[in-house]
């Protein structure tokens, strides 16, 4: 089953206006999450990773203060996506990182679970 | 519920062919996606396979069976840099991706 939800699954919102997407680790702490664009061509841009109780770290040509993310918890991190416009809409991916010593099957590796998305249409 | 299974680790030579599987049980279907992630980057596109058959794309191939729930990516002439986790995913009726743990390939000289 799911370890990583996003909510809402979709949503359609009015140019200008906010849009907050929440992404949830279901049953294990997650000090960090990542935040991810799919483009139509299928590939995945990292936007930011997001450190729980630090600041998120924004990659280049990422407009940190458009897309404002908070991980205020160790299962939740958030992404708000201001004032948004149409070149917005698009699908965004969230990831939890497990790091190697804190995984519950006690797993050496580090494993990172990918969310189910989120579907943003701007009108 | 939804589920899809791959392999966690699989370890090959270099030169060599390695098929990673992957099976899945999902609510509708509108595609699956393989990614490749090397440590510490973000996932890179590989396929996407949304008929039956196989589609070939230089060194790596991925196949669909929609009746089986069934795909592989087949890597050939296998290169130390291909050592990466392979992430299968699928879009499933409500277009949200079901995403597998990957599957760890080692390349070994």
């Known amino acids: 089953g799911a370890v990583v939800s996003q909510h809402p699954s979709r949503v359609i919102c009015k140019s200008g206006t906010s849009v907050k997407i929440e992404c949830r680790s279901l049953?294990?702490?997650?000090?960090?999450m990542f935040w991810y664009r799919q483009f139509p061509k299928k590939s995945l841009m990292l936007m930011a990773t997001?450190?729980?109780?630090?600041?998120?770290?924004?990659e280049q040509g990422v407009e940190k203060d458009k897309f404002l993310i908070n991980h205020a918890s160790l299962t939740l991190s958030t992404l708000t996506v201001t004032s948004a416009h149409p070149e917005d809409s698009s699908f965004y991916i969230c990831?939890?990182?497990?790091?190697?010593?804190?995984?519950?099957?006690?797993?050496?590796?580090?494993?990172?679970?990918f969310g189910p998305g989120t579907r943003l249409l701007v009108l | 519920g939804q589920n899809i299974d791959q392999p966690t680790e699989m370890t090959a030579t270099e030169g060599a062919i390695v098929q990673i599987n992957c099976t899945y049980q999902?609510?509708?279907?509108?595609?699956l996606f393989w990614y490749q992630q090397h440590a510490g980057e973000a996932p890179t596109f590989l396929s996407y396979?949304?008929l039956d058959g196989l589609e070939e794309k230089g060194r790596f191939s991925s196949f669909l069976s929609r009746s089986k729930g069934y795909s592989y990516l087949l890597l050939k002439e296998l290169q130390m840099k291909d050592s990466a986790s392979y992430l299968c995913a699928v879009m499933d009726s409500n277009y949200q991706l079901i995403w597998g743990a990957g599957t760890k390939l080692i390349i070994k000289p």
């Open positions: 990831s939890a990182r497990i790091p190697p010593l804190n995984h519950r099957n006690n797993q050496i590796r580090e494993t990172q679970y």
């Open positions: 997001s450190n729980e109780g630090s600041k998120a770290t924004y």
């Open positions: 999902t609510s509708g279907f509108n595609g």
């Open positions: 396979n949304v």
């Open positions: 049953d294990f702490q997650a000090t960090t």
